[in-house]
């Protein structure tokens, strides 16, 4: 704000509301989104009834509107009535270089990176951090559930046990919860360990005749994480010394936190007692990602990979295209934005989807099957209520546009056609109008998860629509769509 407003009493209330709005969108956009969104909007006037929020763009202005705007309105009408208008205009002028109220740097700041972790432990991730998690609909139990019994200084939901499909941030989410107990007190002796190498450890100790001591390193912890217990299924000699540890560590009143590829309700080969002790606590499961956290996570790699490839950039239909069609887990996702990072580093291959379809042959290949144009207008028709020619037709009501648009974004997403040929194939439009539908779905779906999850259906509707080898019209499925990738979770 200016100093003339930055003197007056209100001015300096309404100041400290906005952090207060600050704080509460971190915590319910997470930090990704927060920074991305939220962190480069500035409070530059209050008077008159009315708060002025500046923004960077054009384009950031309009996506703050859309997404955050009627939210940020109500929360400073919530904090202070006195205010119940807010205005976002775009100002491109650089911010000052040093914020009116610093941040405190974070005890991550100060401490060394190397946090010691007990003797037999797998060394910390740098980049496993609660800061570097992407939150969404599917993961945002077990993020806040970790993160609570990461800053509680007592044992909570004890056993945490997190389960779900590879690559959904089950590790991530271990490195996290040691990262900080350690951050908040590093003489607590926590050891974080895999399953694999608990059950070699124990081994070496059977055949070196000294168990007592993996015993006592075992349970003599403040922390216990053993990452992927689904390994020692039907290994009955180390299932039996891990339930004691368990027992003893929970009769100690230290924190455990387990994960595996399943419930534990569905481990084979394991003993009541240890299934009722594995599920004595919290069993919180991390479902496969959406579609809106692929994106978010999309995105949120790409903003860290163009730091240290200056000149990257993973435009809007690049990465629509990569959430859509690599929906198996996040390191898949991760593994293929760096092969588009190296396949495009050098500026002479631009992202463009025709690219990304011969870089990332083998990423897509599970999407092998060929979907033609016309299996897509069949299949959004049908999913609407509508008639194919009326996608095809000049009729401009909203009942027809929007699936219109939705049927030409599937296109460009799931054909090789460009976007004149895609224009051709709905009435003859020129490629202007299909490229603005495509826009218009993207902008939809990363502002509306209802919407994106709509259009995700439709998406794995088609893909899973079957033909009699691709040589007679698809046939409807009968009984539903049936399950799809995504379901396995």
């Not at 929020?53 to 006195?82: L, Y």
Request: net charge neutral; hydrophobic share 40%; proline share 6%.
């Amino acid at each position: 704000m200016t100093s003339q407003e930055a003197k007056s009493p209100v001015a300096d209330q309404v100041e400290v509301v906005w952090q207060r709005v600050r704080e509460r969108l971190k915590l319910e956009l997470g930090a990704q989104r927060f920074q991305y969104w939220i962190d480069p909007l500035r409070l530059v006037a209050a008077k008159d009834g009315r708060v002025v929020i500046a923004c960077n763009s054009h384009f950031e202005r309009d996506k703050i509107v859309e997404g955050h705007g009627e939210r940020i309105a109500n929360m400073i009408a919530e904090m202070i009535p006195a205010f119940g208008a807010v205005e976002f205009v775009v100002d491109m002028r650089p911010r000052a270089a040093q914020p009116v109220n610093p941040v405190r740097p974070t005890t991550a700041d100060v401490l060394p990176v190397e946090l010691p972790l007990v003797e037999g432990s797998s060394p910390l991730n740098p980049a496993y951090t609660f800061e570097s998690f992407v939150i969404g609909r599917t993961n945002q139990i077990a993020f806040h559930e970790a993160r609570r019994v990461a800053e509680s200084d007592v044992p909570v939901a004890n056993p945490l046990f997190l389960f779900g499909a590879t690559g959904l941030g089950k590790s991530h989410l271990m490195h996290a919860i040691a990262r900080q107990k350690l951050l908040r007190n590093p003489s607590l002796r926590v050891m974080l360990i895999s399953a694999e190498n608990f059950m070699r450890l124990f081994i070496t100790a059977i055949k070196a005749n000294d168990t007592l001591s993996f015993k006592n390193l075992v349970r003599n912890v403040d922390v216990l994480l053993i990452d992927d217990l689904h390994f020692l299924i039907g290994k009955e000699a180390t299932q039996e010394e891990l339930v004691a540890a368990l027992d003893s560590l929970l009769d100690q009143q230290k924190q455990i936190i387990l994960s595996a590829d399943r419930s534990p309700s569905l481990f084979e080969s394991m003993s009541d007692r240890a299934r009722s002790r594995l599920m004595s606590g919290a069993s919180i499961e991390i479902q496969a990602t959406d579609f809106e956290l692929r994106l978010a996570i999309l995105e949120s790699k790409a903003r860290q990979m163009a730091k240290e490839r200056p000149g990257f950039v993973l435009n809007s239909e690049a990465a629509h295209f990569m959430a859509q069609r690599i929906a198996t887990n996040t390191r898949e996702l991760e593994g293929a934005l760096t092969r588009v990072v190296t396949q495009s580093s050098d500026g002479s291959r631009p992202v463009t989807i025709e690219n990304l379809n011969v870089w990332l042959a083998d990423f897509l290949r599970a999407y092998d099957r060929r979907v033609t144009i016309e299996e897509i207008k069949k299949k959004v028709a049908e999913h609407y209520g509508l008639k194919v020619a009326e996608l095809e037709s000049p009729n401009r009501s909203r009942s027809i546009v929007r699936p219109r648009q939705i049927a030409m974004y599937l296109a460009r997403l799931l054909t090789p056609r460009s976007y004149p040929e895609i224009g051709r194939r709905f009435g003859n439009r020129d490629h202007t109008t299909v490229m603005h539908a495509v826009e218009t779905i993207q902008r939809l779906t990363s502002i509306d998860p209802t919407f994106a999850e709509e259009v995700e259906r439709l998406r794995l509707s088609i893909r899973n629509w079957p033909v009699d080898g691709g040589t007679t019209p698809p046939r409807p499925p009968s009984g539903g769509e049936g399950p799809s990738r995504d379901a396995q979770g």
